[in-house]
């Protein structure tokens, strides 16, 4: 049987098709979509929050600032060394309290010590010359 009304059969169900065929590919891209949120949204969550980490990093800054000023006089000429990120850090927390100076000029010494201190898990190791 072929005619008008098969062909517009035939056409209706092509249309059908291509509709469901487009339906479930929107489908399938929502859920990935949904999925790929929802996976994202847990890694969020199980990551500390930035704060956390600033708040640490700052609480050992002020225990390194304070150890150093519990020995080292006000004003005192000190060297942090030796050169590095471990001296910057010492370098920035003693510099309000001691002047900051070459190894020949200083009359204290500060190299931080990473080996368990009261800083969690780190300490001043000062040596005066």
């Known amino acids: ?4 009304a098969t062909e517009m059969n035939v056409n209706r169900r092509l249309w059908v098709m291509a509709l469901l065929t487009l339906a479930l ?11 790929d949120t929802m996976d994202a949204t847990a890694r969020r969550a199980s990551s ?9 990093a700052l609480a ?6 304070a150890e150093a000023r519990r020995v080292v006089p006000k004003g005192a000429r000190v060297y942090a060394g030796p050169a590095g ?8 927390s003693v510099q309000s309290w001691a002047t900051v100076t070459a ?3 200083a009359q204290w010494t500060l190299v931080l010590d990473q080996t368990g ?6 300490g001043v190791h000062v040596v005066r010359r």
């Open 48 to 56: 500390p929050p930035l704060a956390v980490d600033y708040q640490a």
């Open 117 to 122: 201190g009261p800083c969690y898990g780190e």
């Open 85 to 92: 990120a471990d001296a910057q850090e010492l370098i920035e």
């Open 103 to 105: 190894p020949s000029k």
């Open 60 to 65: 050992q800054r002020q225990c390194l600032t």
């Open 25 to 35: 590919a929107g489908a399938t891209v929502l859920a990935w979509r949904v999925s």
């Open 1 to 4: 049987m072929t005619g008008p």
